[in-house]
């Protein structure tokens, strides 16, 4: 396992944009797929963006396709997700996660998971 860190939250206005980082500790960030999911109350945690080790492919949930970019850097074991053309409903808790295998939607596959870092989105 790898313990995860978010950062960049904060309150931002619709169109705008932040860029959320993740830091991991530990030697196998490189071996290790990173992803990206988010929580509204009341409401199932929910998958948005995931990047393979060396990072030769993401994957990301069709609401944020084109708004959203995952990348990952391996010599500062960090990970981003860079969002853009924010809206309102992008509002929640953003989890950074690591995992083993490729099943980057799949919640059960992640065995590391940060503590979380509010985005809100202002109409």
């Known amino acids: 396992q790898v313990q995860l860190v978010e950062s960049g939250g904060g309150l931002v206005q619709a169109g705008g944009s932040l860029r959320l980082s993740c830091a991991a500790s530990?030697?196998?960030?490189?071996?290790?797929?990173m992803g990206w999911f988010r929580q509204t109350p009341g409401k199932e945690r929910e998958f948005v963006a995931a990047?393979?080790?060396?990072?030769?492919?993401?994957y990301y949930t069709e609401s944020v396709k084109g708004r959203f970019t995952i990348s990952r850097d391996d010599a500062k074991n960090t990970v981003a997700l860079q969002m853009n053309s924010l809206k309102p409903e992008d509002t929640a808790v953003y989890y950074c996660a690591a995992a083993s295998s490729w099943l980057p939607i799949t919640q059960d596959a992640y065995d590391s998971w940060g503590q979380g870092t509010q985005v809100t989105v202002s109409s």
């Open positions: 530990g030697r196998t960030f490189s071996t290790r797929v």
């Open positions: 990047i393979s080790w060396g990072g030769s492919s993401t």
